[in-house]
């Protein structure tokens, strides 16, 4: 399964992955409003899930009197394929590539370049 999401699909699946709990649509929706200050109108959220659902991002039960929505795919995941997606499409599968592409893009740190050298020295060993 190919891992995309749009960008509003995105902001709510943000919010899902942060949460320590489950979420319903009132809840996924003020959060959006306060970190993303993004008016979306509940149906609006709704819709978003739905499609989130049908990829099989999330699944909902009902609790009480509203449904909750629990990530069925975990942040880690997403993020690899992102990456690998970035890889392949971009810069022809090399990792090497997509490096050089970020070290020169990147204002790095000290500390981060320090970071680079040790990930370096520990993959490079025999």
């Known amino acids: 399964m ?3 999401l ?14 320590k709990e489950d979420l319903t ?4 929706t003020e959060r959006i409003r306060e970190q993303y200050e993004k008016e979306y109108a509940n149906n609006t959220v ?3 899930l739905k499609i989130l659902e049908n990829k099989g ?9 509203s449904y ?6 975990k942040l ?3 993020t690899d394929a992102q990456v690998i997606n970035l890889r392949d499409e ?13 070290l020169k893009v990147s204002d790095i740190p000290k500390e981060e370049q320090e970071k680079w050298h040790a990930l370096l020295e520990e993959n490079t060993k025999e």
């Open 2 to 4: 190919k891992l995309s």
């Open 6 to 19: 749009a960008p509003a699909e995105g902001r709510v699946m943000k919010c899902i992955w942060e949460s």
């Open 25 to 28: 649509v009132l809840e996924i």
């Open 46 to 48: 709704a819709t978003f």
């Open 57 to 65: 991002f999330v699944s909902r039960y009902k609790k009480h009197h």
């Open 68 to 73: 909750q929505y629990h990530a069925e795919v």
């Open 76 to 78: 880690e995941d997403f």
């Open 90 to 102: 971009w810069y022809g599968g090399s990792a090497y590539e997509l490096a050089v592409a970020l």
